[in-house]
């Protein structure tokens, strides 16, 4: 298997701008996560979808983040407008069944920077 | 309510044993415990279930004492590779993992 699969892994953009990040889980996994890393706040959990429905989005720190999951197979997570302060490892983890019963594989990750 | 982690690092040499520990104010359903080293994803080593059931692939042990809310992750014998940030996470039956701040370990030849 060819694991998480993120896209792009390096993203650089100016204040202001669209930023789409991409996730292709592991086939056949059910449940889908997003995760942002930084120095200061650690590992935070932004949203998870089951079966390409969102159980949770109260993670996701304001209106500028949107996600979705058109289908089993894919995911983007959205920031419009992007600001500094998002600048950050964003990390999309897969896992089959309950997520807190079984392992979250984490795919390589998209590196942030907002100028 | 985000996992305490202790000790925030630790140094070891080769060969030595090192106890990283995890403590939630809130009950857990299940633990878990990932590895992350520099620059790349965490990678899973453990999960504790309540009840006692664990699951792992690694040669680390580790324990979930229900009553007080603690999971304590055991490396034994530490090799080089086990150098980076040990993460818990700790779930309510909900559906999600939260994290605790990471425990940053390095091995010294």
């Known amino acids: 298997d060819a694991g998480v699969i993120q896209s792009p892994r390096h993203e650089v953009t100016e204040m202001g701008q669209e930023v789409t990040l991409r996730c292709k889980p592991i086939?056949?996994?059910?449940?889908l996560f997003w995760y942002r890393q930084t120095m200061m706040r650690g590992l935070e959990l932004l949203i998870y979808?089951?079966?390409?429905?969102?159980?949770?989005d109260s993670g996701m720190p304001e209106d500028r983040f949107s996600a979705k999951m058109p289908n089993a197979s894919f995911s983007t997570l959205k920031i419009q407008p992007s600001e500094p302060r998002d600048s950050a490892v964003y990390f999309c983890?897969?896992?089959?069944?309950?997520?807190?019963?079984?392992?979250?594989?984490f795919g390589p990750g998209t590196r942030l920077l907002v100028l | 309510q985000q996992p305490v982690q202790s000790p925030q690092a630790v140094i070891l040499r080769e060969g030595e044993d090192a106890v990283i520990n995890c403590s939630s104010s809130?009950?857990?359903?299940?633990v878990h415990w990932y590895r992350q080293k520099h620059g790349e994803a965490p990678v899973f080593l453990m999960i504790?279930?309540?009840?006692?059931e664990q699951k792992g692939h690694e040669k680390i042990s580790a324990s979930f004492n229900e009553k007080k809310q603690q999971s304590s992750l055991y490396l034994t014998a530490s090799q080089l590779s086990y150098s980076g940030t040990y993460f818990c996470?700790?779930?309510?039956?909900?559906?999600?993992?939260?994290f605790g701040q990471g425990t940053t370990l390095q091995v010294k030849p």
């Open positions: 983890a897969s896992s089959l069944y309950r997520g807190v019963e079984e392992t979250q594989y």
């Open positions: 086939s056949g996994h059910d449940y």
């Open positions: 979808f089951n079966n390409n429905v969102p159980i949770d």
């Open positions: 809130k009950a857990l359903y299940s």
């Open positions: 504790l279930l309540k009840g006692g």
């Open positions: 996470g700790g779930s309510s039956n909900t559906g999600k993992l939260i």
